[in-house]
């Protein structure tokens, strides 16, 4: 399952990002918004996506807005999240975020890519798997820190 979710700014690249995962055949979920609307909020769905991804082992999301980047940043709060950020230039970060830190979300900003982009960069965002070894071994020390709370001195 892919949970979807987006701003304003994401919202037209979220539409067209629906209709290739039905070309697909892949099952998601619209977290919203289902109508645009200038004036909403990025976590009011981003985070209900990152919740919905954390809970259901395997699930995956796909979050957009402007930059992506407060998009990444709201679902990185939900422990057992690992977003990636993309917006435009080479998808071997696309490639590597799943490869190496197998990330379950991935935030795009829309303001930065073309639909043309945003589409292959799902594709192999969806495609990559997960290598693994010595990444797993990193991916747990991440887990041993997430929801610990830090104050500075």
Do not use: C
Request: aromatic share 8%; no cysteine.
């Amino acid at each position: 399952m892919i949970y979807l979710g987006s701003d304003h700014a994401g919202f037209k690249l979220k539409e067209s990002i629906k209709e290739l995962l039905d070309k697909l055949n892949i099952k998601y979920k619209d977290i919203g918004p289902k109508k645009f609307n200038e004036n909403d909020d990025y976590p009011d769905f981003i985070v209900p996506v990152a919740k919905k991804v954390a809970e259901n082992s395997g699930s995956k999301g796909i979050v957009f807005g402007g930059s992506g980047q407060g998009e990444a940043i709201a679902a990185n709060k939900i422990k057992g999240v690992r977003a990636a950020l993309y917006y435009g230039g080479s998808l071997d970060i696309v490639k590597l975020s799943r490869l190496h830190n197998n990330s379950n979300i991935l935030s795009i900003g829309a303001r930065f890519v073309s639909e043309k982009e945003a589409i292959q960069a799902v594709k192999l965002w969806l495609e990559t798997g997960f290598e693994g070894g010595r990444h797993q071994r990193r991916i747990e020390k991440i887990r041993k820190v997430e929801g610990q709370t830090w104050t500075s001195r």
